[in-house]
């Protein structure tokens, strides 16, 4: 890796640097394999101003993966003005855009989870809420009723949209509407477990007889 040369920046440009180049090692390695001193090296500082900005490893890693998190979140962020099963599609296919796009980056994202860091399983968590609220919002809207299983449903159906977007946007050459559709398809099995009858209406997945 090579050492750029050191220019001046404001404190809080040098720390939206630092934490630019950490996010984007996230291409390379896993977010364990991300150290202080690669990141020193690369923005051309010593280490000690790494740790006065972030504090710690940990410290570091956490802004990281906020980060991205935050950048996930704004490349699929529901568009408020399509009706819902439109905003759905709309919101899941800029979702497989963006893994495809930045597969190494989501992978070690959805992988954080599994951080022996509390406040970088915190920034994942917060993630899969704001990802559950988009699509029990879609399905309120819908005219599916609102209950504690629906919520259970739908939290269980981000991490199986996990592990889709990771198996079939990252390691296999599935297109992106086929993959699209099965994501679709599976949160109206969902809603199909949770509601007989109302997966079908909605989504035209036949209820579980």
């Known amino acids: 890796m090579a050492t750029a040369r050191r220019t001046r920046l404001r404190p809080e440009e040098r720390r939206n640097q630092l934490v630019a180049l950490g996010v984007a090692t996230l291409a390379d390695r896993p977010l364990a394999d991300v150290t202080v001193e690669e990141i020193a090296a690369e923005a051309g500082v010593s280490t000690g101003l790494v740790y006065y900005y972030f504090g710690s490893k940990n410290g570091l890693h956490h802004e990281i993966v906020r980060r991205a998190r935050d950048s996930m979140l704004h490349a699929s962020e529901p568009?408020?003005?399509?009706?819902?099963?439109?905003?759905?599609?709309?919101?899941?296919?800029?979702?497989?855009?963006?893994?495809?796009?930045?597969?190494?980056?989501?992978?070690?994202?959805?992988?954080?989870?599994?951080?022996?860091?509390?406040?970088?399983?915190?920034?994942?968590?917060?993630?899969?809420?704001?990802?559950?609220?988009?699509?029990?919002?879609?399905?309120?809207?819908?005219?599916?009723?609102?209950?504690?299983l629906l919520r259970i449903a739908v939290r269980s159906?981000?991490?199986?949209?996990?592990?889709?977007?990771?198996?079939?946007?990252?390691?296999?050459?599935?297109?992106?509407?086929?993959?699209?559709?099965?994501?679709?398809?599976?949160?109206?099995?969902?809603?199909?477990a949770v509601v007989p009858g109302a997966s079908e209406a909605l989504f035209g997945v036949p209820s579980a007889r």
């Open 79 to 148: 568009l408020a003005e399509l009706p819902p099963a439109e905003r759905l599609v709309s919101t899941l296919t800029r979702l497989v855009a963006y893994v495809r796009e930045h597969g190494p980056t989501f992978y070690s994202l959805v992988r954080g989870a599994a951080s022996g860091d509390e406040e970088v399983r915190a920034v994942i968590e917060d993630a899969r809420r704001e990802q559950t609220e988009r699509a029990l919002a879609v399905l309120l809207e819908l005219g599916v009723p609102e209950s504690e």
């Open 157 to 192: 159906w981000v991490a199986l949209a996990e592990q889709a977007l990771v198996d079939g946007g990252i390691n296999s050459d599935l297109g992106d509407e086929e993959l699209v559709g099965y994501l679709e398809r599976s949160l109206g099995g969902v809603v199909a």
